[in-house]
């Protein structure tokens, strides 16, 4: 099988948007109760979001399986609080949800977390059992700046997160590092904030011994890991230098995703990362979607360029394709085993 570990319903129905817009003018109105959800969207209207979009370029590019989320970008935490939050993941996980439903055999779902900057983590834990419980979600997405560009909240390594580090445990789901929008000028959303968060993060756990609190937590840090392996070196440094544990400790908890849209950034990852340590992602359609005017092909295919990889035997490309998110993702694993697959 070929799964997809890092995909966001970025053509979701304009009813979704409407209803942010609503949601978000309401809180200019001073006294005014938070706009719960107020929109139906048809199953026809999720089908037409799709079949000519995004699930037609999974099925062109041989992708079976996504693991599905809202789109990041829209997660926008900074936006009014944390009952803003609530109503908004509620509303985006409940479509990518009814997607899973019309397209069981190519969507497992991944929530949006209900994040609100300072805010305490009791509604992420409910919303996350919510989806995981109920709705059959295999794991979840963790914005590390609620802000949103000017990182105001703890390290993901602060016991302010442990309340849901405590539940993915429990349920067994790991959770993909991601942020969200930019409000800082200085940094665009897509070519900066993001891989700007992906990098952090791996250094707050290399500073850190979360996984000695959780030895089971798994985390799937996107975007092949930032700046992480292409300064492989420095990390190991690093943490010899301030006397941390050796990188193959962190790897025991820590893993990469393939959303690297050129193939010199695919051979390197896999050349620095363990292969146990990398799963295949493209993020169809996410931040780059233009073809490469180099090779004629779209930049986020990125199949191809795990494919091309130079001596990566086929035990190897089995395991980055499909047994690496099959074990990062039991539920996912236990769905497509239901499934026969």
């Known amino acids: ?52 979009h995004q699930l037609a370029t999974q099925r062109q590019r041989g992708v079976d399986m996504t693991v599905f989320s809202p789109t990041a970008g829209a997660m926008a935490h900074h936006v009014g609080n944390a009952e803003t939050s609530a109503h908004w993941a509620q509303a985006c996980n409940d479509l990518v949800h009814r997607v899973t439903q019309l397209y069981p055999l190519e969507y497992a779902g991944v929530c949006q ?33 609620p802000s949103d560009g000017y990182w105001t909240d703890p390290p993901m390594t602060d016991r302010h997160w442990y309340p849901l580090y405590e539940k993915m445990v429990e349920l067994d789901v790991p959770g993909m590092v991601h942020v969200s929008c930019s409000c800082n000028p200085n940094f665009h959303h897509t070519g900066a904030h993001y891989l700007n968060g992906d990098t952090a993060v791996f250094m707050q756990l290399v ?42 400790e ?39 979607k233009g073809v490469d005017p180099q090779t004629g092909f779209h930049f986020d295919d990125t199949r191809r ?14 395991k980055v394709f499909e047994l690496n998110a099959r074990r990062v993702y039991p539920r996912l694993d236990a769905l497509l085993a239901a499934q026969g697959r």
């Open 1 to 52: 099988m070929i799964i997809d570990c890092h995909g966001h319903y970025t053509t979701a129905p304009k009813a979704l948007g409407d209803y942010r817009q609503r949601q978000t003018a309401r809180l200019g109105e001073p006294g005014a109760p938070a706009l719960r959800l107020d929109f139906r969207i048809g199953d026809d209207e999720i089908r037409d979001s799709l079949e000519p």
């Open 113 to 145: 977390l209900p994040q609100s900057p300072r805010a305490s983590l009791a509604n992420c834990v409910a919303e996350l059992e919510r989806c995981v419980t109920g709705l059959g979600f295999v794991g979840c997405n963790i914005n590390p700046d």
């Open 207 to 248: 500073l850190s011994d979360l996984f000695k609190d959780f030895p089971t937590l798994r985390l799937v840090i996107p975007h092949g890991g930032g700046a992480v392996p292409y300064h492989w070196g420095r990390y190991r440094g690093l943490a010899q230098q301030l006397g941390r544990p050796p990188m193959p």
């Open 250 to 288: 962190l790897l025991r908890n820590v893993f990469f995703d393939t959303c690297v849209y050129h193939q010199s950034g695919i051979n390197l990852l896999l050349d620095v990362i363990p292969v146990e340590n990398v799963l295949f992602a493209s993020e169809i359609h996410g931040a780059v």
């Open 305 to 318: 360029y795990v494919d091309a990889v130079h001596g990566l035997a086929a035990p190897d490309l089995h």
